[in-house]
Every structure is written in structure tokens, then in C-alpha cells.
């Protein structure tokens, strides 16, 4: 495995793990906690979670999205490449809909410069780069990733 897939494999854990670990905390605390703050501004409960919700549904989302690609490189499936740049390309697309929400245009500028730069190198890392190529081509030819068994070891088991 190349080592910048075996790097984000790790760190993509880790980050899955911290936000559902956040992201659980969050959900615990809240029925417990009298005050609430928003942008360093009092608001009620029923204010805090209306205002919070991207927060609390998208990191779940989000982390299960990176356990699924953790899971597929750790596995070493050939999908995982495609999943990578969908994840991304679904970051940028989810960014861009809360900056043109929110009319935010400087968000909307940022997000897409960075997120488009990510998706580029992410691209030319995991299509164009030989190593990476060569090893999605042996991993693709791995008897557990094939739709059919290979012919040889059907005829040894008959």
C-alpha cells in the first residue's frame, strides 16, 4: 500500500473516532446544561440545537463516510479510490450550498479554491500517479476482489 494511502487510512480513523467521540459528548451534555451560547451569544436550547444541526447531523455523516473508506483501503477494495474523491466532491458541494444559503460569497470563493485544489491533487494522486495505479491494478486482480472466481480454482475444487 502506498504510503500516503496507509497515512490517510490511519487519520482518517482517528478523525472519524473524534468526531463521533464530539459529536456524542455534545448530545450527552446537552440535556444536562443550563446555559447555552451561540457565537458567544445566550440563546435557549430549542435556539442552540435549531442553529447547531449541521454540526450535529453532518460529522456522524461525515465520519461514517470516512469509516467507509477507512474500511475499503484497510481492506485494500478498489473502490476506495472512487469513494475518496466522492467524499470530497461531496464536501464541496455540501460547503458550497451553506455559503450560497447563508450568502456568504467569500465562503463560497474559499471553499471551492480549496476544496478544488484537494480534489485535484487527490485526483492526480490516485489515477495518474504510476505507484498508485500499479497498486489499484494488483489490487484489483486479488481473488477476493474479482466479481467471479478465477477459472483454476474452480477446476482444483471440482
Known amino acids: 500500500m502506498p504510503l500516503l494511502l ?8 482517528c478523525y472519524a473516532v473524534v468526531a463521533l ?15 447555552y451560547t451561540y457565537n458567544a451569544l ?9 442553529k447547531s444541526w449541521p454540526l ?12 467507509a473508506i477507512v474500511y475499503a483501503l484497510w481492506r485494500e477494495l478498489p473502490w476506495s479510490r472512487r469513494a475518496i474523491i466522492t467524499y470530497w466532491v461531496v464536501s464541496l458541494v455540501a460547503l458550497s450550498l ?3 444559503i447563508s450568502g456568504n460569497a467569500a465562503d463560497l470563493l474559499t471553499s471551492v479554491a480549496m476544496f478544488g485544489g484537494i480534489i485535484g491533487l487527490l485526483a492526480w494522486y490516485l489515477y495518474r500517479k504510476p505507484s498508485v495505479r500499479a497498486y489499484y491494478s ?14 483454476d480454482i474452480a477446476r482444483r475444487e471440482a
Open 21 to 35: 467521540l464530539v459529536v456524542g459528548g455534545m448530545l450527552v451534555m446537552l440535556p444536562f446544561t443550563s446555559r
Open 56 to 67: 450535529l447531523v453532518g460529522f456522524p455523516v461525515a465520519a461514517g463516510c470516512v469509516l
Open 138 to 151: 494488483a489490487i484489483g486482480a486479488l481473488p477476493h476482489n474479482r466479481a467471479t472466481r478465477p477459472p
Open 42 to 50: 445566550p440563546v435557549t436550547r430549542a435556539e442552540f440545537i435549531q
Open 6 to 13: 496507509l497515512c490517510g487510512m490511519g487519520l482518517g480513523a
Open 98 to 100: 451553506m455559503a450560497i
